[in-house]
């Protein structure tokens, strides 16, 4: 059984990395913005240390902190993360230098600032599908090694784990220490077109078969009934695969062994839903439709419902984007039945690098506390980027410009679903998305591609070291 990635070989590491390269910007939730990398200082004071950061009652002489420099993805939510930023200046004194990076250059900066002597980034902002390398490889402090005293805000939502590390299990857990913090809180939503629904006496759909029977009465020539995410379709159809209660593998964490369950009834019935939206109430083009696509065709009355990323919200009352403004409206992505509802997490984490001074950790950990505040969070999702607090949610549901999605994303914190998280989780995810991709476009029956899938993914982690058991029939 494989319980820490420092197991492997160094070429190991550097393998499993330059893969997490070459797929990652494949993975991501959110596609990256324009390229810039300026940095945004202000004039350093003094602080509390991060536990009198966090307990205003502290009466410890003030001690001073370092600046620090985060590195941070360019991204629909960038303009968010930096007003909060200037907001932590402005009420601290504090310097801090923003390094803003293309997506796909993230990664790479984030393994040669940890494998430096010295980090020259204070926080690193990691993807869900590269934090377990992190994690794993102790490349970032566990929080409380930083302030033992640090205890997470129960309203912070975890995102089935993704803050923890059990190295026992090789794998996020409810029980593991704290190594990341959540920035962004990019889960999946249901979009659909409210006018349309209400003008044909439509409720908004709760299962599968509600969207169906959606898209029945609204597909028409000038309007796509549903559009499937077919570039990349691994993460949208993992929601329909979990709705139906299947998924890719599966940890017994009683003994240790993983299970490929990509090939179940379960995972067949998903499919052959997924597919069915897709081909038969989906544009001409249904096989080549990405996110940015779908926000194009949603924003310009061309299709009735979808499902997407939250943060796609803002965009459809845009103006300058948009034809429906205030016509689009926002529930939890539907299930196979009511209640199972699965919305897919694609979150981002901030980690404190290992190879820093104490003093440069105890400033990061002083921002991320301050951040993760309330107060800090209302104000980051005023800024339009997306908080990861529930009682932010909750209470921006009531928010006359953004209540409607940000009620939808309250109402879904229930069924938040982890994607893989293994070190090999990118060689995974290329698995699935050729093989949907080939089911989509008929090169493959449904069957074939979901036992195929299952056949490569067993033979991935069995390459790996785990201990996997057979694969079924």
Not at 101 to 106: A, D, L, R, S, V
Request: charged share 20%; glycine share 6%.
């Amino acid at each position: 059984m494989k319980v820490s990635w420092m197991k492997k070989t160094q070429g190991g590491l550097f393998l499993t990395l330059s893969l997490l390269v070459v797929f990652s910007f494949l993975l991501a939730a959110c596609g990256p913005a324009a390229t810039t990398e300026a940095p945004a200082p202000t004039q350093a004071v003094t602080r509390e240390s991060p536990t009198e950061a966090a307990d205003s009652t502290a009466t410890e002489e003030l001690m001073p902190l370092p600046p620090i420099t985060i590195l941070i993805n360019e991204s629909p939510w960038l303009a968010g993360f930096e007003a909060l930023v200037n907001k932590y200046v402005e009420e601290t004194g504090h310097q801090v230098n923003l390094n803003r990076t293309p997506f796909n250059g993230m990664l790479e900066k984030s393994r040669n600032s940890v494998q430096a002597s010295e980090s020259e980034f204070d926080i690193l902002t990691l993807n869900e599908q590269w934090y377990m390398q992190f994690y794993a490889d102790g490349l970032v402090t566990p929080i409380k090694e930083i302030d033992p005293n640090f205890e997470l805000d129960p309203q912070i939502i975890e995102y089935e784990w993704a803050t923890r590390w059990n190295p026992e299990l090789g794998y996020s857990s409810q029980d593991g220490e704290l190594y990341g913090l959540p920035i962004n809180g990019n889960i999946m939503l249901f979009f659909y077109r409210k006018d349309l629904f209400e003008e044909q006496g439509l409720a908004a759909p709760q299962t599968w078969a509600d969207v169906e029977a959606s898209a029945q009465k609204l597909h028409s020539a000038d309007m796509s009934g549903y559009v499937v995410r077919a570039n990349p379709p691994n993460w949208e159809f993992q929601a329909f695969l979990a709705s139906f209660g299947g998924s890719v593998i599966k940890l017994d964490e009683q003994t240790r062994e993983w299970e490929v369950t990509f090939n179940s009834p379960e995972a067949l019935e998903a499919l052959n839903t997924w597919l069915k939206l897709g081909r038969e109430y989906g544009p001409a083009n249904y096989a080549d439709n990405g996110q940015a696509e779908m926000i194009a065709l949603m924003a310009s009355e061309k299709v009735a419902q979808m499902v997407l990323v939250g943060a796609a919200a803002p965009d459809f009352d845009n103006p300058e984007k948009s034809t429906v403004v205030g016509k689009v409206g926002a529930v939890p992505v539907p299930g196979a039945t009511i209640g199972s509802n699965a919305t897919m997490s694609g979150i981002w984490v901030m980690g404190i690098p290992h190879n820093l001074p104490d003093e440069r950790k105890e400033a990061a950990l002083a921002f991320l506390t301050w951040a993760l505040s309330k107060d800090a969070q209302l104000f980051y999702a005023q800024s339009g980027a997306i908080p990861v607090r529930q009682d932010v949610y909750e209470e921006m549901a009531n928010d006359p410009t953004q209540g409607w999605w940000m009620k939808a994303m309250a109402d879904s914190t229930p069924f938040i679903h982890a994607q893989p998280r293994l070190a090999e989780t990118p060689q995974i995810i290329e698995v699935l998305d050729r093989r949907l991709k080939q089911a989509l476009i008929s090169e493959i029956t449904p069957e074939q591609a979901l036992l195929e899938a299952a056949r490569e993914i067993h033979k991935i982690l069995t390459d790996a070291g785990y201990q996997v058991k057979p694969l079924a029939d």
